[in-house]
């Protein structure tokens, strides 16, 4: 059975910096894409970013690009997610998920409804 946890997440003013793990469990990831997403209070989840297991290949939203990093150890089968420069809009749940169609170069999806597995959550609130 698959496992995602999340981790990481807390309370930071604006300009912060927090970095969140996701642990992933029950099968093998290569092949398949991972991702970020969150959803604010009131609003859809949307995309932040997503990273191909294998070949490592990131992908970005617009809104995150140049502030949040993504990468993966495959040795620990985690995902993190590095929130550098953070603003008050970035407050929301952070979702980690997992993509079990295989893997297209060249791109990753950004629809929550393509992700298969998701972990809990973990809250990051940035203070103006």
């Known amino acids: 059975q698959v496992q995602l946890v999340e981790s990481g997440g807390g309370l930071v003013q604006a300009g912060g910096s927090l970095r969140l793990s996701c642990a992933a469990s029950?099968?093998?990831?290569?092949?398949?894409?991972m991702g970020w997403f969150r959803q604010a209070l009131g609003k859809e989840r949307e995309f932040v970013a997503a990273?191909?297991?294998?070949?490592?290949?990131?992908y970005y939203a617009d809104s995150v690009k140049g502030r949040f990093t993504i990468s993966r150890d495959n040795a620990k089968n985690t995902v993190y997610l590095q929130l550098n420069s953070l603003k008050p809009e970035d407050t929301a749940v952070y979702y980690c998920?997992?993509?079990?169609?295989?893997?297209?170069?060249?791109?990753?999806?950004?629809?929550?409804?393509?992700?298969?597995?998701w972990g809990q959550g973990t809250q990051v609130t940035v203070s103006a």
């Open positions: 998920a997992a993509d079990f169609r295989p893997y297209n170069p060249g791109s990753a999806s950004r629809r929550a409804s393509d992700y298969d597995s």
């Open positions: 029950g099968r093998t990831f290569s092949g398949y894409v």
């Open positions: 990273i191909s297991w294998s070949a490592g290949s990131t």
